[in-house]
């Protein structure tokens, strides 16, 4: 048994936009930013983070993320204040990265230096795409010109950032991802997340009936990012997330490898392990009523659930097989109790196997590049 205190993730949510963008299913709203309680909910988060970090006495911070939402939104001095308490309760990593998104719109952008200054050491940027017209269809509130000059900016003041791209968006072509992508390369960042757009339930898009690409040309698109990302050296680290050797983002990669993290804020929820046992915590979604309760009782924690072997086990593979090295034989047994076969259903493997789209071997089990474009059917037929 390794006695040395397993390393811990922050995740901190600020819901608040300045817009709902028509295809976000994220827990976010909009909200005028000058008529948001910030000292209010700065208390009610400082609250949440004296809670959980009682709960995980003797751990260090190797990351902290701030996410959204829109946390550029935030003033820099909550953020500085938020790491400032994660700082004392917790302690950081000497190498502890600590990521903001921002959108980049002016006001937010003007306030890089700022979150600099507050702590943060690497920035994601929510860019989507890099032509008006599409960034309008998104709903955006930035222009291409805006985009890039974030960009710019980001570089100048952060060592690490990375940006977001949404593809197969409505019409797109195979040329003109192409060319949009060559263009996101040529800002140089050492880290690009590619997602492909989804509609869900519930979203504007998914009222207008927006329609996703059909299959073949997503799995063209899918291709087309795969070769230029790894021929710029930015190979695929997770299914959407492509970075140069050693720029990944060690936060959610700690997601993707089954490490714990604190999820603090409405709607965030968490992982910590103790004593052998996982408990998933979920705090209250809707911002008002988190906020009421986090001031009145010191957390907005909606559900405290330990989780069953079984379905430890399920939520190890949904995330670790999205990486290219898979998941590591020893850690999943550390993780979750069980050894690898035990959570495996024996037939479906040989069928996965056989067919070239699942490798195990003594160390590991990964699936092969074909095989992580349909991860959800692969794990349909791989768990018990
Ligand atoms: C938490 S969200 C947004 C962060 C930030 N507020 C922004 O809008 O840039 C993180 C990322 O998920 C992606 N995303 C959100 N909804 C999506 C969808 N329906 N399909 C594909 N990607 C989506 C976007 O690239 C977005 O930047
Ligand atoms: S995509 Fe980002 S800015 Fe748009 S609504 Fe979602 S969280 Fe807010």
């Not at 911070?61 to 700082?87: C, D, K, N, R």
Request: charged share 20%.
């Amino acid at each position: 048994m390794n006695s040395k205190p397993a390393p811990l993730a922050l995740y901190v949510h600020w819901p608040w936009c300045l817009s709902k963008c028509p295809y976000c299913d994220f827990n976010s709203r909009p909200a005028d930013p000058a008529n948001l309680p910030e000292a209010a909910y700065l208390n009610a988060i400082t609250a949440e983070l004296n809670h959980y970090a009682s709960q995980t006495n003797g751990r260090n911070l190797t990351s902290i993320y701030f996410g959204g939402g829109t946390p550029s939104l935030m003033e820099p001095q909550t953020v500085a204040q938020v790491v400032e308490s994660a700082s004392r309760l917790w302690g950081l990593h000497s190498d502890c990265e600590i990521t903001l998104e921002a959108n980049p719109t002016s006001v937010e952008v003007a306030k890089l230096r700022g979150f600099r200054a507050a702590g943060a050491n690497r920035v994601s940027v929510g860019v989507q795409a890099l032509n008006d017209a599409d960034l309008r269809a998104l709903g955006r509130e930035h222009s291409a010109t805006q985009a890039l000059r974030a960009l710019d900016i980001a570089g100048a003041v952060f060592d690490r950032f990375t940006f977001d791209l949404i593809y197969a968006r409505p019409e797109q072509t195979l040329r003109a991802w192409e060319k949009e992508l060559s263009q996101a390369l040529a800002v140089g960042s050492d880290h690009l997340s590619l997602y492909q757009l989804t509609v869900e339930p519930g979203t504007e898009f998914f009222r207008r009936n927006v329609r996703e690409a059909d299959e073949d040309l997503a799995v063209k698109l899918f291709y087309l990012t795969q070769e230029m990302m790894q021929g710029a050296g930015l190979p695929a680290y997770e299914i959407s997330n492509h970075a140069r050797p050693g720029a990944h983002s060690r936060h959610n990669l700690t997601y993707w490898t089954g490490g714990d993290y604190v999820g603090i804020g409405p709607g965030a929820h968490g992982r910590i392990r103790d004593q052998g046992v996982t408990s998933a915590t979920h705090q209250i979604s809707d911002p008002a009523r988190w906020l009421e309760a986090a001031t009145k009782h010191g957390h907005g924690t909606a559900k405290v659930r330990i989780l069953s072997a079984a379905e430890r086990a399920a939520e190890l593979l949904l995330t670790g097989l999205r990486l290219p090295e898979g998941v590591s034989r020893e850690r999943f047994t550390e993780q979750s109790g069980l050894d690898i076969m035990q959570a495996l259903d024996p037939q479906g493997l040989k069928i996965l196997v056989d067919a070239g789209l699942v490798k195990l071997d003594d160390s590991t089990l990964c699936v092969s590049p074909e095989g992580r474009l349909t991860l959800n059917a692969i794990l349909e037929r791989l768990l018990v």
